[in-house]
């Protein structure tokens, strides 16, 4: 898909991975939705920053878990440009809760859950899917999560939730092809506001060097290293759909549990 003169949505684009991802679109040229539900003043940054990297850009407020927003969310791009080309799905929650306390957690935090990572995904598609079916072309990538292939995250209701995303990928590239491509990325632990937060700066500084320890590659993210394939994918990838691309440095491989001895140069 050709960025320069397209039209982009980006959910959950104030701070992040998702303003990454608008800011390197608009600097390929794209016009960028940036969206945001509570975070306005960072959004205005992001947006900000997508004109100074020659794009246009859009702000608009919703929530993804509302289908009347996503639904204003589309139709604002629509009113704007004419078209949509590209969905990044990258609005999420989580609740930090310990996934081995059982009774930590109850059917409220799922219900919350699901409701933000799957049903607004699904929801932010369903709203794009017409303009893309009419222009005959269109691509997604849904932001899931390493915790799927790791058996670990910041909550049960988390994990669940993005295997379900992970599911649904290949369900709708399956049904939505082959017009509309749906792929996904599923990163690790990156270095952003949002864990921090979640976490705490003291408890994110101990997380941050066990997965660089466990990782092959030797460090967590950058919101960077994650938007990088997504817009690749968007890009780039004109013959790939329903894959869920790890995005995590390796920590998968268990680096840290036997780390090769390097020959001294």
Known sequence: MKLEGSVCIVTGSATGVGAACAVMLAGKGANVVVNYSRSEQEARETMVACMAAGGEALLVQGDVANDADCRRIADAALERWGRIDGLVNNAGTTKFINPADLDAIDAADFHELLDVNVIGAFQMIRAVVPAMRRQGQGAIVNVSSNSTAIGGGSSLAYVASKGALNAMTLTLAR???????????????????????????????????????????????????????????????????????????????????????????
């Open 175 to 265: 049904v939505l092809g082959p017009e509309i491509r749906v792929n996904a990325v599923s990163p690790g632990v990156i270095d952003s506001r949002w864990l921090k937060d979640g976490v705490g700066e003291a408890a994110f500084a101990a997380v941050r060097d066990r997965y660089a320890d466990a990782a092959a590659l030797g460090r967590v993210a950058q919101p960077e290293d994650v938007a990088d394939p997504i817009v690749w994918l968007l890009e780039g990838a004109d013959y790939i759909t329903g894959e869920v691309l790890m995005v995590d440095g390796g920590v998968r491989l268990g680096a840290g549990l036997a780390k090769p001895v390097r020959p001294a140069r």
